[in-house]
């Protein structure tokens, strides 16, 4: 909003409107048309495709900031499913503003497009997080991911039912992959899940891989 010219945010406001999703809603599904862009202003959301073998699974892990259903403004279906890992509040706005905005000559548009670049940087993101040699690295990979897709540096993690089954592996060795992590000194974990980032630690340990 803060980068539309300076009569359009009120063209918008009254077609803007704040909802809460719950631990494991969905706000886009997979091979459909999105009638709504939904902004996440709070919270942690999974994306979730489905495979050839018919099977769902993680692709990676989005945060505040990030543009869901954008596609839908092209009149293409989503290409993920997005659920919500934790309690996660949006900014929504219906598509059909956004092509009235279109034609009145607004950039909003511009920066939709834009969301949908950054759509795909994130998942190209996530897909190096798997190609990360031992899993103790991979999740402070993903740790790292996770404190940036929420731009602060204490995150909610993810079950460890969900790490492992994003990073194929066991919940045990999720476990134990966390404790070697709080043991070095990347990461202190707090209660409810929430967890401290220490951000150049975990950037040293990875950049000490042997490839």
Known sequence: MGRLASHEPDLIESQLRERIFHRDDVLIEEGKISSFV???KMG???G??????GQSRPIGVVGRGHALGVFGTYNMPSQASCIALSKVRVCELPIAALRDMSACGSRLIAHVTQSVVDSVAAVSTWSEAMRVPGVVSQ???VTVLLADANRTTVVELPSHSALAQLLGTRRETIARALRTL?????IRRREHKRCEVYRSQLLTRLSQIKR
């Open 139 to 141: 999740l402070a990979y």
């Open 38 to 40: 939904r902004v996440v």
């Open 182 to 186: 709080e043991r070095e000194g990347c």
């Open 44 to 46: 942690t959301v999974f």
């Open 48 to 53: 979730y495709r489905q495979g050839l073998d």
